[in-house]
């Protein structure tokens, strides 16, 4: 297949990978996608998918250039390079300065490296695999799309935490929130599937997967959203607590004497519905365990369900008007028994699970999980975080080229 002359390349850099998409900006699953794994480990490889099927082939070397080298490798291979126009990369955090995705120039990358200490573990790999990006393809844009930046239209109320003021002038503290990208896809996609005026209309979208987030959406724009400094706050997540009274935390560093390192561990890594089953942070696999009659699987489940549900009825208070509940993500998409857990907790919503098209909307697939006619309702719109990051890429690329 020879697709058309424009390609985008989506690129995700974390610390250890490389996750990749070329995306035909006309259509919206990729036409290659793929992981490179164990960067700076034992054994890296990469894995190619396309329509054909995977093939995965071991790294010379396990660094982030050794993993595009491969990605420009394969296109070259394929013929693909000349109708490539522009690459699009995934930055965790943009702190203020970022209000939407911008092409990337030495300015932009100073200001992405501004907001390393908000995002440690997360922003330096982004700006290695931006660095590594420009130098082996240079003669094309490149495109910052950042997490963070479709929250910076939340009012100083929503992102302000109670904190002397100074913390917040001099050290950033306030909430920022992620996931950006996901909930302005599913928020816009919702307003098309349901036939919401797209100038007046209030959602709340739930990213629920590994990590978790819901959003309340006016008209487009979000105005509060569940996590805040780090993808830390809000929801229970895989391994990640979510809300927690500060209180909590230093209670364990007295009595416990854990040091900054073990709190650290504990909250991001060892929580969540991980800690809560004592079996694992897959929803799938507690969903498996809880049909069996395992406690904790069921425990951590209905944390999780209530948990988010409480934070849907909070942030709906942020909307003028709530017409419906959007649920994405893995778990979000995928999850029947996660949403019907949620849905009955929404009763003074006065919305009710229609129990057959729950169990239907999965896999990919959009649709109302509410009763006919219910005000609001709930949907599920699958999310596409690459063909996002990919539309905003192609368009300022079109823009650049004037
Ligand atoms: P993500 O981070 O968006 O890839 O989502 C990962 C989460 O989605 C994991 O907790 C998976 O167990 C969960 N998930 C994927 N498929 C299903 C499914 N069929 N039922 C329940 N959870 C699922």
């Known amino acids: 297949m020879a697709p058309d002359k424009n390609l985008i390349l989506v690129l995700n850099s974390g610390s250890s990978s490389l996750k990749f998409a070329v995306q035909n900006t006309g259509q919206r699953t990729p036409v290659l996608s793929g992981l490179a794994e164990r960067l700076g480990g034992e054994g890296p490889s990469i894995t190619f998918k396309d329509e054909g099927g995977?093939?995965?082939?071991?790294?010379?070397?396990?660094?982030?250039?050794?993993?595009?080298?491969?990605?420009?490798?394969?296109?070259?291979?394929?013929?693909?390079?000349?109708?490539?126009?522009?690459?699009?990369?995934?930055?965790?955090?943009?702190?203020?300065?970022?209000?939407?995705?911008?092409?990337?120039?030495?300015?932009?990358?100073?200001?992405?490296?501004?907001?390393?200490?908000?995002?440690?573990?997360h922003n330096p790999p982004a700006l290695l695999g931006i660095r590594v990006a420009m130098e082996?393809?240079?003669?094309?844009?490149?495109?910052a799309v950042l997490d963070t930046a479709f929250h910076q239209t939340?009012?100083?109320?929503?992102?302000?935490?109670?904190?002397?003021?100074?913390?917040?002038?001099?050290?950033?503290?306030?909430?920022?929130?992620?996931?950006?990208?996901?909930?302005?896809?599913?928020?816009?996609?919702?307003?098309?599937?349901?036939?919401?005026?797209?100038?007046?209309?209030?959602?709340?979208?739930?990213?629920?997967?590994?990590?978790?987030?819901?959003?309340?959406?006016?008209?487009?724009?979000?105005?509060?959203?569940?996590?805040?400094?780090?993808?830390?706050?809000?929801?229970?997540?895989?391994?990640?607590?979510?809300?927690?009274d500060v209180g909590a935390v230093l209670h364990m560093m007295r009595t416990e004497g854990l040091d900054v390192a073990a709190i650290d561990t504990l909250l991001n890594k060892k929580s969540g519905l991980l800690g809560l089953s004592g079996l694992s942070n897959d929803c799938r696999e507690l969903e498996a365990a809880a049909a069996k009659g395992h406690e904790?699987?069921?425990?951590?489940?209905?944390?999780?369900?209530?948990?988010?549900?409480?934070?849907?009825?909070?942030?709906?208070?942020?909307?003028?008007?709530?017409?419906?509940?959007?649920?994405?993500?893995?778990?979000?998409?995928?999850?029947?028994?996660?949403?019907?857990?949620?849905?009955?907790?929404?009763?003074?919503?006065?919305?009710?699970?229609?129990?057959?098209?729950?169990?239907?909307?999965i896999r990919g697939r959009n649709g109302v999980i509410t009763r006919a006619g219910d005000k609001p309702c709930a949907a599920v719109v699958a999310t596409n975080e690459e063909w996002m990051i990919a539309c905003d890429t192609a368009e300022l690329a079109r823009k650049a080229a004037g």
Request: net charge neutral.
């Open 54 to 121: 995977k093939r995965t082939a071991p790294l010379p070397r396990a660094d982030h250039a050794a993993a595009l080298d491969a990605v420009v490798a394969e296109l070259a291979a394929r013929g693909w390079i000349e109708a490539l126009v522009a690459v699009g990369h995934r930055v965790v955090h943009g702190g203020e300065r970022f209000t939407g995705s911008v092409i990337i120039t030495p300015l932009v990358i100073a200001d992405i490296e501004a907001c390393n200490p908000l995002a440690p573990l």
């Open 296 to 361: 904790g699987a069921i425990l951590a489940l209905d944390v999780f369900a209530h948990r988010l549900a409480r934070y849907i009825g909070a942030l709906a208070m942020s909307l003028r008007r709530l017409d419906a509940v959007i649920f994405t993500g893995g778990i979000g998409e995928n999850s029947p028994l996660i949403r019907a857990k949620t849905l009955a907790r929404l009763q003074p919503f006065g919305m009710a699970l229609d129990a057959d098209a729950n169990e239907k909307v």
């Open 154 to 244: 939340m009012p100083r109320e929503a992102y302000l935490y109670a904190l002397p003021m100074e913390q917040y002038r001099s050290y950033g503290v306030r909430r920022y929130g992620f996931h950006g990208t996901s909930h302005r896809f599913v928020a816009h996609e919702a307003v098309g599937l349901l036939g919401l005026d797209p100038a007046d209309h209030g959602l709340v979208t739930a990213h629920l997967g590994n990590g978790a987030s819901a959003t309340a959406v006016q008209d487009g724009c979000s105005v509060d959203t569940s996590m805040g400094l780090t993808p830390l706050e809000g929801l229970v997540m895989g391994t990640r607590s979510g809300d927690i």
């Open 136 to 143: 082996r393809l240079s003669d094309i844009p490149h495109v």
